[in-house]
Nanobody, 116 residues
C-alpha cells in the first residue's frame, strides 16, 4: 500500500518561512521523481517544484529563488523549504511521486495559509 503523508503546513505571516515534509512508504522511493503541487481555491492544481531520482530540480517561475526542494532517500522523505512567503502562496500543497511506468501517487495535502 502506497502512502504519501505530508506535514508542516500552517499559518504564517507574509515574509515568513515554512518547511513541508512528505514521508513515502510502499514505493522504492529512490527511483521516483518527487514533486510538490499546490491548489488554491478556484484554481487548477499546479506544479511548484520537482526533484528527480538523481537530484535534478525544477521550479515554477513564481517560486524560483524562494523555495527549495530536496530529498533524503535514506528517510524516504522529500522536503519543500519555503521562504519569503507571499499571500499568493496560500494553497493546499500536495506531494506527488511519479515514475515513467506507473500512474502517479498523491498525498492527502497540507494547508498553507499566508496571512497577516
Amino acid at each position: 500500500q502506497v502512502q504519501l503523508v505530508e506535514s508542516g503546513g500552517g499559518l504564517v505571516q507574509p515574509g515568513g518561512s515554512l518547511r513541508l515534509s512528505c514521508a513515502a512508504s510502499g514505493i522504492t522511493f529512490s527511483l521516483y521523481t518527487m514533486g510538490w503541487y499546490r491548489q488554491a481555491p478556484g484554481k487548477q492544481r499546479e506544479l511548484v517544484a520537482s526533484i528527480t531520482s538523481i537530484g535534478r530540480t525544477n521550479y515554477a517561475d513564481s517560486v524560483s529563488g524562494r523555495f527549495t526542494i530536496s530529498r533524503d532517500n535514506a528517510k524516504n522523505t522529500v522536503y519543500l523549504q519555503m521562504n519569503s512567503l507571499k499571500t499568493e502562496d496560500t494553497a493546499v500543497y500536495y506531494c506527488n511521486a511519479a515514475s515513467a511506468r506507473l500512474a502517479p501517487y498523491w498525498g492527502q495535502g497540507t494547508q498553507v495559509t499566508v496571512s497577516s
